[in-house]
């Protein structure tokens, strides 16, 4: 290979993955923006916040990486939606006090269930490897955090419970098979 030839690869390659870079920033920008819309009403937001900023580098860096990372984050985020986005629906649906809201705990176990379900049941479809998982996982654990935070911790933990308990039945039904 000439020194014309590897100067041409080597400027191909950051062509390649600079577009790949700022396809990953601009639907990581769109994913954040949609968390976001969680913090609507929210009476401390400063926490959601930061799970909201951490779903976009979550989601930037997996789908810059691409393949399983890429699969996973996707699928982890569309699981994450319903904690993130539910409890805001129900804080503007109920009259909550100013800085809490009794409403929101159940809404995020009841969201997380559906998290854990739906991820777990397309993830074992999908059969995703160790770097699917870590990525799924991490999307939906932090874009339903963004939602449930604005509840405090029991939010937090009615989420984890839920989605635990939605991803135990598709785990043990696929482990049964």
């Not at 479809?125 to 998982?133: L, N, S, T």
């Not at 870590?134 to 839920?162: F, I, K, R, Y």
Request: proline share 5%.
């Amino acid at each position: 290979m000439t020194v014309a030839e590897a100067g041409l690869a080597g400027r191909a390659r950051r062509a390649y993955e600079g577009g790949r870079l700022r396809r990953a920033l601009g639907r990581a920008a769109a994913a954040v923006a949609v968390t976001a819309v969680a913090l609507i009403g929210c009476p401390a937001p400063g926490a959601p916040a930061a799970c909201a900023a951490a779903v976009g580098l979550v989601v930037a860096a997996c789908l810059w990486r691409g393949g399983s990372w890429e699969r996973g984050a996707r699928l982890g985020f569309v699981a994450g939606l319903a904690p993130c986005l539910l409890p805001a629906a129900a804080r503007a649906a109920h009259a909550c006090c100013e800085r809490f809201c009794p409403s929101i705990p159940p809404v995020c176990l009841a969201a997380g269930a559906a998290a854990g379900f739906l991820l777990v049941w397309l993830g074992l479809r999908a059969r995703g490897d160790r770097r699917f998982w870590l990525a799924a996982a991490a999307a939906a654990v932090l874009a339903g955090a963004t939602g449930c935070l604005a509840a405090g911790l029991a939010g937090l933990a009615g989420m984890a419970l839920g989605l635990l308990a939605g991803a135990a039945a598709p785990a043990l039904a696929a482990r049964a098979a």
